[in-house]
């Protein structure tokens, strides 16, 4: 059965949006599986930015019909702006394109209060979240607790599970973090309003709408949001996101089975970066994170805040490989690092005085670890105009064989640029 799943590799923010984008040219269904408006995709086509944080990137090809799966959360009112927002640009023509489950967690205002005032209380210690709700909601249906997306359109029961819902939010919201208290009516108005402009896209059973699919051997692309380093379990704990951003996130979040997946492609950038706090060895704070950083326009999509910039760290690139299972990697923003005389890399970290190549995962190691490089020959040429991998200067070439003989796994794809035609295919998808 012909399943892709993309993942990011890093700290999210590696340019999946892109690659979705670019590989729903061959797809039939992309499908999101985790996570919610905390994601941000900015693409461009046709020289014209569109950015979207729930709606899979596949929806800019009206061919790909789109699917919303039980795993992510949904902040109900953000959905609907997306979607108006493609309308109203043309792209979205036809209301079958989008599927939203109807097990998905509905992420209402109180949930992004609650996460704000939460960062808020933390001070110094905040995880640096997005502030749209994400670890409320996911606590919420781990609480069993949780309004989904199915609800918003039982009129009959919605008031009870609002009411079971808000009593605990409120005394929370009230008496510990001094915020206002949320009222049921004041919910149901926004849902009464959202629900009606949403149900078009109601699917009910999108597990079941995929794994038709994937029997009838329809190309299906899973689209991962945030990157392994955010995952809940695996990552940088407790600086994460409250889903599992791994490959294996795609078979739950989904609802199918390991055996309908043949390829799992991981995307990291040439370089890295991480937004919100938690340990980043290879950051650098200085004059050459500032130059990746406004090269390579690293400003959030979905907060705009800056994000921290440093060289490519082929320890934690290991580590997403093996906890993903990934089979091919998408090198993004290869063009950002040109003019640089000297490109470090990093293959190991000196961790109380001993060398490691392997990622370290006990709490307070990864913060205790000092990258050790290897630099590598840099190009003055620009990269945006190349057609194939042929057409890079020799170093960039030799840039892109060592990362893919580090890593032991091919690099199928390299991205010198943020629009569709700046993508050089070394392997094509799904041939
Ligand atoms: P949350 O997902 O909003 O709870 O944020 C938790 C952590 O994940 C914070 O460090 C965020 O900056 C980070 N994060 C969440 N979504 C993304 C993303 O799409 N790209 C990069 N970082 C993200």
């Not at 061959?26 to 461009?44: C, E, P, S």
């Not at 209060?113 to 606590?139: F, N, S």
Request: contains cysteine; proline residues 4%.
């Amino acid at each position: 059965m012909p399943g892709i799943i993309v993942v990011g590799s890093q700290w999210g923010d590696e340019g999946k949006g892109k690659v979705v984008d670019v590989f729903s040219q061959k797809a039939d269904f992309v499908v999101r599986y985790q996570g919610g408006a905390n994601a941000g995709h900015t693409l461009v086509v046709d020289g014209k930015k569109t950015v979207l944080h729930l709606i899979p990137s596949g929806v800019l090809h009206p061919h790909t019909t789109c699917i919303i799966a039980a795993g992510c959360v949904l902040d109900i009112e953000k959905l609907s702006d997306e979607i108006r927002a493609l309308k109203e640009n043309g792209l979205l023509k036809d209301d079958a394109q989008l599927q939203i489950s109807d097990s998905a967690t509905v992420i209402l205002p109180y949930h992004k209060v609650l996460d704000q005032a939460r960062e808020k209380a933390a001070g110094l210690e905040k995880i640096g979240t997005t502030g749209r709700g994400i670890g409320p909601a996911y606590e919420e249906r781990a609480s069993r607790k949780a309004l989904l997306f199915g609800d918003l359109f039982q009129k009959d029961s919605l008031r009870g599970k609002l009411e079971v819902a808000l009593k605990e939010k409120n005394f929370l919201l009230e008496k510990f973090y001094n915020e206002k208290p949320v009222s049921v009516d004041e919910m149901i108005t926004l849902i009464d309003k959202v629900a009606k402009y949403l149900e078009p896209y109601r699917s009910r059973d999108t597990s079941l709408q995929i794994y038709k699919a994937l029997k009838a051997t329809k190309k299906v692309l899973f689209e991962g949001a945030q990157g392994s380093l955010l995952d809940l379990l695996h990552g940088t704990y407790p600086f994460v996101t409250s889903s599992s951003t791994l490959s294996g996130s795609a078979m739950i979040g989904a609802g199918i089975g390991p055996g309908t997946i043949n390829q799992v492609m991981g995307i990291t950038k040439a370089y890295t970066t991480r937004v919100g706090s938690g340990p980043f060895p290879t950051e650098c704070d200085n004059e050459i994170g500032e130059r990746l950083r406004q090269t390579g326009a690293e400003f959030g999509a979905t907060t705009g805040r800056s994000r921290r910039c440093g060289w490519l760290d082929l320890v934690a690139l290991k580590y997403a490989i093996r906890l993903s299972g990934i089979t091919s990697l998408a090198l993004m923003k290869l063009d950002v690092l040109s003019g640089f005389e000297k490109i470090d890399v990093c293959n190991a970290y000196e961790l109380d005085g001993q060398r490691i190549t392997e990622y370290p995962v006990s709490p307070g190691d990864l913060a205790r670890c000092k990258p050790l490089y290897e630099s590598l020959n840099g190009w003055k040429e620009d990269l945006t105009q190349a057609k194939s991998v042929q057409d890079l200067p020799r170093y960039a070439q030799e840039y892109v064989q060592f990362i893919g003989a580090s890593v032991a796994v091919p690099i199928d794809v390299v991205s010198v640029g943020p629009g569709r035609d700046q993508t050089l295919w070394i392997k094509p998808l799904f041939s």
